[in-house]
C-alpha cells in the first residue's frame, strides 16, 4: 500500500519542522510547500530534507494552489503558513491579513475544487482571544483580538468553520497556545530571553532588553503541539480543539528560570524597554485543553522548567559550535 501523503504550508518554521518528523515517522510521504522567490533558509528542516519532497505554491496565488493539489494529490493538509510575528503584524498589517486570514480561503476554495475529501488542518491561535473575556480560554470562548495577526487569526478559524459547515469538508482547527523550542525565530521573546542568556552566560553580551514582563502566557512545547494537530485529522469527525498546558506564566518567570539554569540572577542582566511594549497589549492568555484530552486523548508530555531550560542550553549549545544554527 502506497503511504499517505500530507502537505504542509510553512514547513521551514517551529511547528512544520517537528511536524514533519512526526509525519514521516508515522510513515506518511511529506511534501512542504514553498514559494519560488522564497528567501527562507531550511536549517530547521535540513536534517529531514533528503526525506521530504519540496513543491512550489504561494498562499498568494489559488492557480498555484490548484495546481499543486492536483499534481501531487495529497489526502491531508497542514496549514501552518502566516505571517506569524505579531509586532510585524501592526507594520504590516495588509500583508498579515493577505497571508493570515485570506491565505486559508485560498487554499480551502483550492482544496473544494480539487478534491473535498482532503481533510485540512488550519493553524489557528490563542492571539485570537486577546483582550480575555474569561479565564481559562476554551472552544466557546468569544473571541476579542488585540493585533492585526489575532484579526487575521479569528478569519481564518471563522472561514475553516464556514467551509467545514457549507461543503462538509473535514476541516479542523487547532486553537493552539504560546508553543516554543529551541527552533523558535530569534524575533520572539522566549527565544530571545534563551539565546541572551547563553550570550551573557559565554561573555558575550551583558544584558537583554524586553518589553512587559508582567505578561502571561500558556508556553508549552511545539514537539508535543504538533501531536495534536495530527491527531485532529485522526478523528472521524472534524471540529476545533484548543492546545495549551492549562498552566500560565509571567515573562519574568521565564526570565528567572533562564537565567537561574546558568547560575545566574536575572535583575542584574534584564532592562525593561518601552520600545517594546505592544501598541494593544495580551495580557493574560490560559488554555483550557480538556476537550484535547478528553477526544484526542493528547496531552503535553514536557513542563515549563523543562522547556526554559532545553532552550537554554541549546542556545548555549549553538553559541560553542555543538549545534548548527537554527533561526
Not at 194 to 218: F, M, P, T
Request: charged share 25%.
Amino acid at each position: 500500500m502506497a503511504p499517505k501523503r500530507a502537505l504542509i504550508t510553512g514547513i521551514t518554521g517551529q511547528d512544520g519542522s517537528y511536524l514533519a518528523e512526526l509525519l514521516l515517522d508515522q510513515g506518511y510521504e511529506v511534501l512542504g510547500m514553498v514559494r519560488r522567490s522564497s528567501t527562507v533558509t531550511f536549517e530547521r528542516i535540513a536534517h529531514i530534507q533528503d526525506r521530504v519532497n519540496l513543491v512550489y505554491g504561494d498562499l498568494l496565488d489559488q492557480a498555484s494552489l490548484i495546481e499543486l493539489l492536483r499534481e501531487w494529490k495529497p489526502v491531508e493538509i497542514y496549514n501552518l503558513a502566516a505571517q506569524s510575528f505579531v509586532p510585524t503584524s501592526f507594520s504590516q498589517p495588509v500583508l498579515t491579513g493577505e497571508v493570515t486570514a485570506l491565505g486559508v480561503t485560498r487554499i480551502l476554495d483550492a482544496l473544494r475544487i480539487v478534491d473535498p475529501s482532503i481533510r485540512f488542518y488550519q493553524a489557528s491561535s490563542s492571539e485570537m482571544f486577546g483582550k480575555v473575556v474569561e479565564v481559562p480560554q476554551t472552544e466557546t470562548t468569544p473571541l476579542y483580538p488585540r493585533s492585526p495577526y489575532g484579526v487575521a487569526k479569528v478569519y481564518g478559524h471563522w472561514i475553516t468553520i464556514n467551509y467545514r459547515e457549507s461543503y462538509d469538508l473535514h476541516a479542523c482547527s487547532g486553537m493552539l497556545f504560546n508553543h516554543e523550542s529551541p527552533r523558535r525565530g530569534l524575533e520572539f521573546v522566549t527565544r530571545k530571553i534563551s539565546h541572551g542568556v547563553a550570550r551573557i552566560k559565554l561573555g558575550l553580551d551583558s544584558e537583554i532588553r524586553l518589553g512587559n514582563l508582567e505578561a502571561q502566557r500558556d508556553w508549552g512545547f511545539a514537539g508535543d503541539y504538533v501531536r495534536a494537530m495530527w491527531l485532529m485529522l485522526q478523528q472521524d469527525s472534524p471540529d476545533d480543539y484548543v492546545v495549551a498546558t492549562g498552566e500560565t506564566h509571567t515573562v519574568r518567570e521565564f526570565c528567572e528560570l533562564a537565567f537561574d539554569h546558568v547560575g545566574l540572577n536575572w535583575e542584574n542582566h534584564v532592562i525593561v524597554d518601552e520600545k517594546f511594549f505592544r501598541p494593544a497589549e495580551v495580557d493574560l492568555l490560559i488554555g483550557d485543553p480538556g476537550k484535547a484530552h478528553r477526544q484526542l486523548g493528547w496531552k503535553p508530555e514536557t513542563t515549563f522548567e523543562q522547556l526554559v531550560q532545553m532552550m537554554v542550553s541549546a542556545d548555549v549549545d549553538l553559541l560553542t559550535g555543538k549545534l548548527k544554527p537554527i533561526s
